[in-house]
């Protein structure tokens, strides 16, 4: 079997074979190294492996380099926060509707309770009137007769 390592360079919409390697350690130095340097868009190194016997080509991509990786992983994080964050605040103000309902019921049944107890005044009051009122009626009839 065969082995040997393509260190390619994207660059235009295309990649393009840079250099070929016989050593998978130099293959990925190398890559790295461009990589770094920031003169392409992407660098990768295809492992191709070719078996004689069976006639047969294996392509296997070993490594893969970008200047836009280091964004990208930035960019998922940062966004990441930002949902954890934007999860956080909705659980807040869920929490906050939640006291405000509890409130806004704790107020209405104070409310009803007030009106209860205002309504129980009255009719006991007006029944204390009625009282005096028998009571009084019963005082001149009795006067009078």
């Not at 934007?86 to 659980?91: E, F």
């Not at 869920?94 to 409130?103: I, L, N, P, S, Y």
Request: charge should be positive.
């Amino acid at each position: 079997m065969i082995t040997a390592f393509e260190l390619q360079t994207y660059n235009e919409g295309k990649w393009k074979i840079d250099s070929i390697f016989d050593d998978r350690q130099l293959a990925l130095f190398e890559a790295k190294r461009l990589a770094e340097s920031g003169r392409f868009p992407g660098v990768r190194v295809v492992q191709e492996s070719y078996d004689a016997e069976k006639d047969k080509t294996d392509f296997r991509i070993i490594y893969k380099g970008s200047r836009t990786d280091d964004e990208n992983t930035k960019a998922q994080r940062r966004e990441r926060k930002v949902k954890s964050e934007l999860a956080a605040q909705r659980k807040s103000a869920e929490q906050v509707t939640a006291v405000k309902k509890r409130v806004a019921a704790n107020a209405k049944q104070q409310a009803d309770s007030n009106q209860w107890y205002l309504m129980l005044a009255l009719k006991a009051g007006g029944l204390g009137f009625v009282a005096l009122a028998i009571l009084y009626a019963l005082h001149i009839l009795n006067q009078v007769m």
